[in-house]
Protein backbone atom coordinates (compact mmCIF):
# COMPACT_ATOMS: atom_id res chain seq x y z
CA UNK A 1 0.00 0.00 0.00
CA UNK A 2 1.37 3.47 -0.90
CA UNK A 3 2.52 5.76 2.04
CA UNK A 4 2.12 9.50 2.12
CA UNK A 5 4.66 12.25 3.23
CA UNK A 6 3.04 15.24 4.48
CA UNK A 7 4.59 18.77 6.34
CA UNK A 8 4.54 18.32 9.94
CA UNK A 9 3.10 22.14 9.79
CA UNK A 10 1.82 25.33 7.69
CA UNK A 11 1.08 28.21 8.76
CA UNK A 12 -1.69 30.64 6.29
CA UNK A 13 -2.94 33.54 6.43
CA UNK A 14 -7.12 34.59 7.11
CA UNK A 15 -8.20 35.29 3.64
CA UNK A 16 -5.59 33.31 1.51
CA UNK A 17 -5.44 30.07 -0.44
CA UNK A 18 -3.72 27.12 1.66
CA UNK A 19 -2.31 24.79 -0.17
CA UNK A 20 -1.76 21.54 1.38
CA UNK A 21 1.25 19.26 0.00
CA UNK A 22 1.09 15.24 0.03
CA UNK A 23 3.26 12.59 -1.56
CA UNK A 24 2.68 9.83 -2.57
CA UNK A 25 5.13 8.68 -5.06
CA UNK A 26 4.59 4.96 -4.45
CA UNK A 27 0.84 5.08 -5.39
CA UNK A 28 -0.94 2.78 -8.09
CA UNK A 29 -3.24 3.36 -10.40
CA UNK A 30 -5.67 2.21 -9.17
CA UNK A 31 -5.62 3.90 -5.93
CA UNK A 32 -7.36 6.54 -4.68
CA UNK A 33 -6.21 10.47 -2.67
CA UNK A 34 -8.46 11.00 0.41
CA UNK A 35 -8.09 13.76 2.06
CA UNK A 36 -9.64 14.08 5.73
CA UNK A 37 -9.75 16.99 8.35
CA UNK A 38 -9.74 16.87 12.31
CA UNK A 39 -10.73 20.11 14.35
CA UNK A 40 -9.66 20.16 17.80
CA UNK A 41 -10.04 16.78 19.03
CA UNK A 42 -13.16 15.74 17.25
CA UNK A 43 -13.36 13.01 14.84
CA UNK A 44 -11.62 13.33 11.65
CA UNK A 45 -14.09 14.69 8.90
CA UNK A 46 -14.03 13.75 5.20
CA UNK A 47 -13.55 16.80 2.57
CA UNK A 48 -12.48 15.42 -1.06
CA UNK A 49 -11.01 12.34 -2.56
CA UNK A 50 -9.63 12.12 -6.55
CA UNK A 51 -7.85 9.08 -8.44
CA UNK A 52 -6.25 11.08 -11.68
CA UNK A 53 -8.14 14.52 -11.85
CA UNK A 54 -8.48 17.70 -10.15
CA UNK A 55 -11.59 17.72 -8.17
CA UNK A 56 -13.45 20.26 -6.43
CA UNK A 57 -16.33 20.85 -4.02
CA UNK A 58 -18.02 23.09 -1.83
CA UNK A 59 -15.08 22.94 0.88
CA UNK A 60 -11.70 22.47 -1.82
CA UNK A 61 -10.21 21.58 -4.39
CA UNK A 62 -7.75 18.87 -4.85
CA UNK A 63 -5.07 19.21 -7.76
CA UNK A 64 -3.00 15.28 -8.54
CA UNK A 65 0.27 15.45 -10.90
CA UNK A 66 -0.41 14.04 -14.06
CA UNK A 67 1.73 11.43 -12.89
CA UNK A 68 -0.02 10.84 -9.22
CA UNK A 69 3.11 10.71 -7.03
CA UNK A 70 1.63 14.37 -5.51
CA UNK A 71 -1.22 16.23 -4.55
CA UNK A 72 -1.87 19.13 -3.42
CA UNK A 73 -5.30 20.42 -1.63
CA UNK A 74 -6.07 23.71 -1.56
CA UNK A 75 -8.61 25.57 0.45
CA UNK A 76 -9.17 29.11 -1.50
CA UNK A 77 -10.00 31.40 0.85
CA UNK A 78 -8.88 29.86 4.79
CA UNK A 79 -10.38 31.05 7.82
CA UNK A 80 -9.97 30.80 11.55
CA UNK A 81 -12.51 27.88 11.73
CA UNK A 82 -10.07 26.03 8.80
CA UNK A 83 -6.89 25.69 11.65
CA UNK A 84 -6.91 21.40 11.77
CA UNK A 85 -4.88 19.21 11.26
CA UNK A 86 -4.83 17.70 7.43
CA UNK A 87 -4.82 14.24 6.36
CA UNK A 88 -3.79 12.85 2.84
CA UNK A 89 -4.47 9.13 2.66
CA UNK A 90 -4.54 6.31 0.00
CA UNK A 91 -6.83 4.53 0.05
CA UNK A 92 -5.68 0.72 -0.69
CA UNK A 93 -6.50 -0.32 -4.79
CA UNK A 94 -7.84 -3.83 -3.17
CA UNK A 95 -10.29 -5.28 -0.19
CA UNK A 96 -8.24 -6.30 3.11
CA UNK A 97 -10.28 -8.86 4.67
CA UNK A 98 -13.25 -7.64 2.70
CA UNK A 99 -12.87 -3.96 3.13
CA UNK A 100 -10.70 -1.30 2.47
CA UNK A 101 -7.91 -0.84 5.41
CA UNK A 102 -7.71 2.99 5.69
CA UNK A 103 -3.92 4.14 7.46
CA UNK A 104 -3.57 7.73 8.63
CA UNK A 105 -0.40 8.82 8.93
CA UNK A 106 0.66 12.31 11.28
CA UNK A 107 -0.86 15.05 9.17
CA UNK A 108 -0.06 18.55 8.62
CA UNK A 109 -1.26 20.89 11.32
CA UNK A 110 -2.30 24.23 9.49
CA UNK A 111 -2.67 27.44 11.61
CA UNK A 112 -4.74 30.11 9.77
CA UNK A 113 -3.36 33.34 11.05
CA UNK A 114 -5.92 36.44 11.52
CA UNK B 1 -29.77 10.71 12.29
CA UNK B 2 -26.74 10.01 14.72
CA UNK B 3 -24.52 8.89 12.76
CA UNK B 4 -21.63 6.66 14.46
CA UNK B 5 -22.27 6.92 18.24
CA UNK B 6 -19.71 6.23 20.52
CA UNK B 7 -19.93 5.56 24.53
CA UNK B 8 -18.67 6.78 27.11
CA UNK B 9 -17.20 10.13 26.37
CA UNK B 10 -14.49 10.16 28.67
CA UNK B 11 -13.43 6.88 30.89
CA UNK B 12 -10.77 6.66 33.70
CA UNK B 13 -9.28 3.14 34.83
CA UNK B 14 -6.94 1.70 36.97
CA UNK B 15 -4.13 -0.44 35.56
CA UNK B 16 -5.14 -3.64 35.34
CA UNK B 17 -9.32 -3.11 34.91
CA UNK B 18 -11.05 -3.94 31.86
CA UNK B 19 -13.71 -2.25 30.06
CA UNK B 20 -15.67 -2.48 26.78
CA UNK B 21 -15.67 0.55 24.35
CA UNK B 22 -18.64 0.89 22.60
CA UNK B 23 -19.63 2.31 19.06
CA UNK B 24 -22.78 1.91 16.78
CA UNK B 25 -23.74 3.46 13.34
CA UNK B 26 -27.31 4.16 12.04
CA UNK B 27 -26.32 4.62 8.47
CA UNK B 28 -26.40 0.76 7.31
CA UNK B 29 -22.87 0.63 6.69
CA UNK B 30 -20.87 -2.54 6.22
CA UNK B 31 -17.21 -1.28 7.67
CA UNK B 32 -16.53 -0.56 11.02
CA UNK B 33 -13.24 0.48 12.48
CA UNK B 34 -11.67 1.38 15.58
CA UNK B 35 -8.42 3.83 16.06
CA UNK B 36 -6.40 5.31 18.69
CA UNK B 37 -4.92 8.45 18.44
CA UNK B 38 -2.28 9.90 21.00
CA UNK B 39 -1.38 12.97 22.18
CA UNK B 40 -0.05 15.41 19.14
CA UNK B 41 -0.29 12.01 17.01
CA UNK B 42 -1.77 10.55 14.14
CA UNK B 43 -4.18 8.20 14.15
CA UNK B 44 -3.49 4.28 13.97
CA UNK B 45 -5.75 1.44 13.07
CA UNK B 46 -6.43 -1.07 15.99
CA UNK B 47 -9.15 -3.40 14.43
CA UNK B 48 -11.47 -3.62 11.73
CA UNK B 49 -14.49 -5.22 10.40
CA UNK B 50 -15.80 -5.76 6.54
CA UNK B 51 -19.05 -7.36 7.89
CA UNK B 52 -21.20 -8.80 10.82
CA UNK B 53 -19.17 -11.50 12.33
CA UNK B 54 -15.51 -10.48 10.72
CA UNK B 55 -12.90 -8.87 12.25
CA UNK B 56 -9.42 -8.28 11.73
CA UNK B 57 -6.07 -6.44 13.00
CA UNK B 58 -4.64 -3.10 12.13
CA UNK B 59 -1.55 -1.97 12.76
CA UNK B 60 -1.78 -1.22 16.77
CA UNK B 61 -4.50 -4.67 17.72
CA UNK B 62 -2.26 -6.18 20.98
CA UNK B 63 -4.20 -5.31 24.46
CA UNK B 64 -7.51 -5.00 22.70
CA UNK B 65 -10.14 -6.99 21.39
CA UNK B 66 -13.23 -6.51 19.04
CA UNK B 67 -16.51 -8.06 18.44
CA UNK B 68 -18.63 -7.10 15.65
CA UNK B 69 -22.05 -8.15 17.77
CA UNK B 70 -24.38 -6.91 14.33
CA UNK B 71 -24.32 -4.88 11.63
CA UNK B 72 -24.68 -1.28 13.74
CA UNK B 73 -22.31 -2.07 16.73
CA UNK B 74 -18.43 -2.93 17.17
CA UNK B 75 -17.19 -3.00 20.20
CA UNK B 76 -13.48 -2.77 21.99
CA UNK B 77 -12.29 -4.11 24.56
CA UNK B 78 -9.21 -3.82 26.89
CA UNK B 79 -9.07 -6.46 29.11
CA UNK B 80 -6.27 -5.59 31.22
CA UNK B 81 -5.64 -1.70 31.13
CA UNK B 82 -2.63 -0.41 30.69
CA UNK B 83 -0.71 3.15 31.02
CA UNK B 84 -0.22 3.04 27.47
CA UNK B 85 -3.43 2.55 26.48
CA UNK B 86 -4.40 6.25 27.77
CA UNK B 87 -5.44 7.78 24.37
CA UNK B 88 -8.41 9.15 22.25
CA UNK B 89 -10.34 6.13 20.94
CA UNK B 90 -12.76 6.65 17.25
CA UNK B 91 -14.73 4.18 15.98
CA UNK B 92 -15.45 4.69 11.88
CA UNK B 93 -17.87 3.13 9.40
CA UNK B 94 -17.97 3.22 5.76
CA UNK B 95 -20.04 1.14 3.27
CA UNK B 96 -17.91 -0.23 0.07
CA UNK B 97 -16.18 2.82 -1.80
CA UNK B 98 -17.42 5.49 -0.01
CA UNK B 99 -15.56 8.07 2.48
CA UNK B 100 -15.46 7.12 6.45
CA UNK B 101 -17.52 8.92 8.93
CA UNK B 102 -16.13 9.05 12.32
CA UNK B 103 -17.57 9.21 16.06
CA UNK B 104 -16.89 11.94 18.65
CA UNK B 105 -14.26 9.95 20.40
CA UNK B 106 -13.41 8.05 23.50
CA UNK B 107 -10.87 9.66 25.69
CA UNK B 108 -9.53 7.25 27.95
CA UNK B 109 -7.09 7.57 31.19
CA UNK B 110 -5.18 4.83 32.55
CA UNK B 111 -3.98 5.58 35.54
Known amino acids: DAKTTQPPSMDCAEGRAANLPCNHSTISGNEYV ?6 HSQGPQYIIHGLKNNETNEMASLI ?21 VYYCIVRPATLTSGTYKYIFGTGTRLKVLA | NAGVTQTPKFQVLKTGQSMTLQCAQDMNHNSMYWYRQDPGMGLRLIYYSASEGTTD ?25 APSQ ?26
Open chain 1, 34 to 39: YWYRQI
Open chain 1, 64 to 84: ITEDRKSSTLILPHATLRDTA
Open chain 2, 57 to 81: KGEVPNGYNVSRLNKREFSLRLESA
Open chain 2, 86 to 111: TSVYFCASSEGREKLFFGSGTQLSVL
